[in-house]
C-alpha cells in the first residue's frame, strides 16, 4: 500500500433539485462563501486555478485546479488537482426525490514534503481532517442551498 495514497467517498443528500446543485459546485470561486475550509479559489482562465483549503490541522493545502469536465446534463463534474495533492476531485450529481444526492469522489496522491514526511503517524489524522473538511462543506451546501442561490 502506497502510504501517500487516498481514496474519499461522500454522499450527500441534498434538499435542492440536482440542476441547482450542480450549478453551485460548478462555480469553484465561490467555494470559499459557503465551504469554510476552502479558503481561497483564484481563477487563472475559464478553465483553470489555484485554491488553499484548511481544516482542522494547522497546515494549508495548496492545488492547481483544472476542470476536465463539466456536464450539466449529466450532473458530473472532474477536476484534475497538482500541486500540495495530485490527482482528481469528480462529483456526481442525481436527482433523489425533490432533491438531489451529490457523490463526491477523490484520488489523490500526496506531494507536500511536511505531509510526506508525517505519512505514517499523520494518516488517521489525515482522514479524520478530511472527515470534518467534508462535514464543513455538506454544512455549507446546504445553508447555501436554502438561501435559495
Given at each position: 500500500m502506497d502510504l501517500h495514497h487516498y481514496r474519499f467517498r461522500s454522499r450527500w443528500p441534498l434538499d435542492a433539485p440536482?440542476?441547482?446543485?450542480?450549478?453551485?459546485?460548478?462555480?469553484?470561486?465561490?467555494?470559499?462563501?459557503?465551504?469554510?475550509?476552502?479558503?481561497?479559489?483564484?481563477?487563472?482562465?475559464?478553465?483553470?486555478?489555484?485554491?488553499?483549503?484548511?481544516?482542522?490541522?494547522?497546515?494549508?493545502?495548496?492545488?492547481?485546479?483544472?476542470?476536465?469536465?463539466?456536464?450539466?446534463?449529466?450532473?458530473?463534474?472532474?477536476?484534475?488537482l497538482g500541486g500540495d495533492l495530485e490527482g482528481w476531485v469528480h462529483w456526481t450529481v442525481t436527482a433523489r426525490g425533490v432533491g438531489a444526492d451529490a457523490l463526491f469522489e477523490q484520488e489523490v496522491i500526496v506531494r507536500s514534503p511536511l505531509l510526506r514526511r508525517f505519512a505514517v503517524p499523520g494518516r488517521p489524522l489525515f482522514r479524520a481532517n478530511h472527515r470534518l473538511m467534508m462535514r464543513g462543506g455538506l454544512r455549507g451546501l446546504r445553508a447555501r442551498l436554502a438561501e435559495g442561490v
Open positions: 440536482a440542476e441547482t446543485v450542480h450549478a453551485v459546485l460548478a462555480r469553484a470561486e465561490e467555494y470559499p462563501r459557503w465551504w469554510p475550509q476552502v479558503r481561497e479559489v483564484e481563477r487563472t482562465d475559464a478553465h483553470s486555478g489555484r485554491a488553499r483549503f484548511r481544516s482542522l490541522l494547522p497546515y494549508d493545502l495548496v492545488v492547481t485546479v483544472r476542470q476536465v469536465r463539466d456536464d450539466p446534463a449529466a450532473g458530473v463534474l472532474r477536476i484534475a
